[in-house]
């Protein structure tokens, strides 16, 4: 890819047309950890790790709120008569502790779950250390299974976060971890650093954004969702359903756009150097991507 001019590809089927303290020592506890099938408590095995279970209620919920340091948070709804729960993993990531410091550490940090003394519908979901812990030196692993309906905020300071099969609005704030969002009915905000963002079956508004790292969509948006995706060096991946109604905005500035436009009804069709805008079958929505230095690749399903 040339760093001083920008391309278009079209290809058509019917037209002519790291966050400080985060290191691989820290995921590699943490994916250890959480799959280990042990009982609540201190793993005797491994007494830098502490496991606890919980029911929650969340009767009159309309919005969960997730602020938690390094570590790796996945949301998913109850299905039929499930139980919601809340499901931590704690890894003491710091060197040198002996095994009676480290039970001290575990036993004196949690996650808890309160209702916000602000809005009693919010559930404030937040992570507790212990003295003389820093946020480098305990990473959580906090699987959450919910109800249906309720909106989610979730701010990691530093680590990876997935949701799925969830009905309500998601906004998601990391840094240095992934993003990866499936099967959602309700909009969506994702926002981090040098980590890759995955999106597939959203019905609502989507709005991705990361740097030098790269963004896949696939989606089915309706006449009236907003489609934004940013980053910067890398690629942006959209496959998007053909019988969607939108404006279509693709700028990769010194970087390469390739779009196949196969299926749609195009009009208004303009192209320049890592530039292609139109309006897909009469237009409705929006869709719009930038990719500075970067590619995006655009096809329809």
């Not at 391309?7 to 985060?22: D, H, P, Q, S, W």
């Not at 550490?105 to 808890?112: C, F, Q, R, W, Y």
């Not at 990876?160 to 704030?173: K, L, M, T, Y």
């Not at 963002?197 to 989606?219: F, H, K, P, Y």
């Amino acid at each position: 890819m040339s760093h001083n001019h920008g391309r278009v590809l079209i290809a058509t089927a019917v037209m002519f047309l790291a966050v400080a303290g985060c290191n691989v020592s820290v995921s590699s506890d943490l994916d250890q950890a959480a799959a280990l099938a042990q009982p609540d408590g201190i793993d005797p095995k491994s007494p830098n790790t502490e496991r606890s279970t919980s029911t929650i209620d969340f009767a009159g919920v309309r919005t969960i709120r997730i602020e938690l340091p390094t570590g790796r948070v996945s949301v998913s709804q109850t299905h039929g008569n499930g139980q919601a729960s809340l499901k931590v993993t704690e890894v003491i990531v710091a060197q040198g502790l002996s095994n009676a410091t480290l039970a001290e550490k575990l036993t004196g940090s949690s996650v808890n779950a309160e209702r916000s003394f602000v809005d009693e519908t919010r559930l404030d979901i937040e992570a507790t250390l212990a003295p003389g812990l820093a946020n480098t030196d305990i990473a959580f692993d906090v699987r959450l299974v919910i109800p249906n309906g309720a909106n989610l905020e979730i701010l990691l300071t530093n680590g990876q976060v997935e949701v799925s099969d969830i009905v309500g609005n998601i906004e998601i704030h990391t840094a240095n971890g992934a993003i990866i969002a499936t099967n959602l009915a309700g909009n969506l905000v994702a926002q981090t650093t040098l980590r890759a963002i995955t999106v597939a079956d959203v019905i609502g508004n989507v709005q991705a954004q990361t740097t030098e790292a790269d963004i896949s969509l696939r989606l089915a948006p309706s006449s009236t969702n907003v489609v934004s995706a940013s980053t910067t060096k890398k690629l942006i991946y959209l496959a998007i359903a053909q019988t969607t109604a939108a404006s279509l905005s693709l700028s990769a500035p010194d970087g390469t756009v390739t779009a196949n436009l196969g299926g749609f009804s195009i009009s208004n069709l303009s192209t320049g150097n890592g530039f292609l805008s139109g309006v897909l079958n009469g237009g409705g929505g929006q869709i719009e991507a930038t990719a500075t230095e970067g590619e995006i690749e655009f096809i329809g399903t």
